[in-house]
């Protein structure tokens, strides 16, 4: 594996709830399963599968991880570093970034209302 891509065997953790990160990834093969904390233990929530990404939110708005997630398969995944989305949305309109903006708040409300 490059420093661009990690590979995760089936139990491992690729984010956990609450920490802070730089980063989101591309899961190239794979799955991954969503988990929220509710006391002392974990939900699933969701599910991942390849061609899509995870830790989006946390790299785009540079809040805490709203959520744990686990391979469940052996997983291969692309690192997008943050500093690649700066560079990009730097040659953007700033409305675009106004946008992003405002999904992310409305998403991070709408996360938190989720019972578990």
């Keep these: 594996m490059s420093k661009e891509s990690i590979r995760l065997n089936p139990g491992d953790y690729l984010l956990r709830e609450g920490e802070e990160s730089t980063e989101m ?4 093969s794979g799955t991954l399963s969503v988990f929220k904390r509710k006391g002392d233990k974990e939900h699933q929530i969701g599910s991942i599968i390849s061609g899509e990404l995870v830790g989006e939110m946390s790299f ?20 997008v570093p943050h500093e690649k989305l700066e560079a990009t949305l730097n040659g953007l309109p700033k409305w675009f970034t106004a946008l992003l903006h405002t999904l992310l708040d409305r998403l991070r409300k709408a996360n938190a209302r989720i019972k578990i």
Excluded: F, G, M
Aim: aromatic residues 8%; contains cysteine.
């Design 60 to 79: 785009l708005d540079k809040h805490p991880r709203s959520a744990s997630v686990k391979a469940v398969t052996e997983c291969v995944l692309v690192i």
């Design 25 to 28: 990834y591309y899961l190239q």
